[in-house]
């Protein structure tokens, strides 16, 4: 099964069925074995790819982990103009060895309450979002993987799972945020090209069968 792609971003494969552990494996070794700091590994991919969802399988297959989401990050943030927040606030004191703790500049002006939060002495952090291995932030990041998903799949989803959580007003006005973001997203990704970056692809959008627990995954260029 072939994947609609927007233009510029090459199709990826020969796709291959592996276990998660396998990923997660490659994964670990591309990013080496930091001493006195977790490793830190961005999954990017388009909006409703599955960034979330693989995040959150990787981070089952090491303990212990946590996930940091751009979207808290870029919450009330002009379209990704948050790399910022994020290199400054996480990354680098992820990167000392340091834990975090961190209420975005946002949170406080919209009375958004808690903070992100991730302790020191963890094995891994993912970091995972649209622009989540953007190219400024190359040196703060260990490995990075690029979620290719089928353009009008990802769409789709994102539409149906913002109009059942209620995030962006009623129906009509979520196609309308979804028709604007994507035209944000496509822009910044055309330029940011992340999938060159990718040290390995992992399907969003299935392209090959698989069985419970496996992911489809191919080569990425480094």
């Keep these: 099964m072939s994947m609609t792609l927007p233009v510029g971003e090459p199709a990826a494969g020969p796709w291959r069925a592996v276990p998660e552990g396998v990923l997660i494996a490659l994964l670990l070794q591309a990013a080496g074995a930091p001493t006195g700091r977790p490793r830190v590994v961005a999954v990017d991919g388009r909006g409703a790819s599955g960034k979330s969802t693989l995040a959150e399988r990787l981070c089952r297959q090491v303990s212990p982990s ?16 948050w790399g910022h927040l994020l290199a400054d606030h996480v990354l680098r004191p992820l990167r000392r060895g340091e834990g975090v703790s961190f209420r975005p ?6 009375a958004r309450d808690g903070t992100i939060e991730v302790p020191a002495g963890l094995d891994l952090v993912v970091v995972e979002g649209v622009g989540a291995s953007q190219r400024e932030l190359g040196d703060l990041i260990d490995a990075t993987v690029w979620v290719q998903s089928d353009l009008a799949v990802a769409e789709e989803r994102g539409i149906a799972r913002d109009i059942s959580q209620g995030v962006n007003g009623d129906a009509e006005e979520t196609v309308a945020f979804w028709h604007e973001w994507m035209a944000q997203e496509l822009r910044f990704l055309q330029a940011q090209r992340p999938w060159e970056r990718a040290c390995v692809v992992v399907a969003g959008t299935t392209p090959i069968p698989l069985l419970d627990g496996q992911v489809a995954i191919a080569p990425g260029p480094l």
Excluded: L, N, R, S
């Design 66 to 81: 946590a996930i940091v989401h751009t979207d808290d990050i870029a919450w009330h943030e002009p379209y990704f103009a």
């Design 105 to 110: 500049p946002a949170w406080a002006q919209h």
